[in-house]
């Protein structure tokens, strides 16, 4: 009870410290290093091709499809799943809204049950394929697992928390929330902070694109 009592206090204090220090730090980062004044003529709107190579860098491209789909379905499934257990489990959004004090509308809990064990599955056999996947296994380093993992531990430990399938409940429940934390202080200094700067990146390779008059 002790250690359930320091991570959902002091542990998680700190955890979100580091997490909106981090965040706030690399955002800074990005705007620092600024964009070089273009004194050439334009041809294009930068605007509206900002938006569109937005949208459709967030569609598959068929290429990339058609040589591996499971890649690309297994990413958007477990993308899809690990929002929607975050962001739409009631409990979750109790948290939120006690800390943020921000609320929306959940979803039932069974469906919420059903969607992190898709999830949980997902990641691990897009683990295997890496590991199995010699061009994978070789482009893949050391932040590339450390960020599978910290992505992992908190839909598995949340899973066993709710079907109490470890005893006492308040050290699972507490494993749970620390790996929340784990994942907080993780994330704004490895690959994960595309979850931020992925919007940004797009337009701006778009409008780049748009203002030399081709397409993104």
């Known amino acids: 009870m002790d250690f359930l009592l320091w991570v959902r206090g002091p542990g998680f204090d700190i955890a979100l410290v580091v997490f909106l220090i981090g965040i706030l730090i690399r955002l800074l980062e990005v705007l620092i290093l600024g964009r070089k004044p273009d004194h050439s003529e334009p041809r294009g709107a930068e605007l509206g091709a900002g938006l569109r190579t937005l949208m459709t860098r967030t569609l598959p491209e068929q290429g990339s499809f058609k040589r591996s789909p499971f890649t690309v379905v297994g990413g958007y499934i477990w993308h899809i799943g690990f929002f ?16 943020l004090g921000l609320s929306w509308p959940g979803i039932a809990s069974n469906l919420i049950d059903a969607v992190a064990a898709v999830t949980i599955v997902t990641l691990l056999a897009m683990l295997f394929s890496r590991l199995s996947h010699p061009v994978k296994q070789f482009l893949s380093g050391p932040e590339d697992y450390l960020t599978w993992l910290v992505t992992f531990l908190p839909m598995l430990t949340g899973y066993l928390a709710y079907h109490r399938m470890i005893d006492p409940y308040p050290l699972v429940l507490g494993l749970h929330i620390l790996s929340v934390e784990l994942l907080m202080v993780v994330f704004p200094f490895t690959k994960l902070m595309h979850a931020f700067t992925f919007i940004f990146a797009r337009w701006y390779n778009g409008a780049m694109a748009g203002r030399r008059g081709v397409q993104s």
């Open 84 to 99: 929607i257990t975050l962001f739409l489990f009631v409990p979750h959004i109790e948290l939120i809204n006690a800390t």
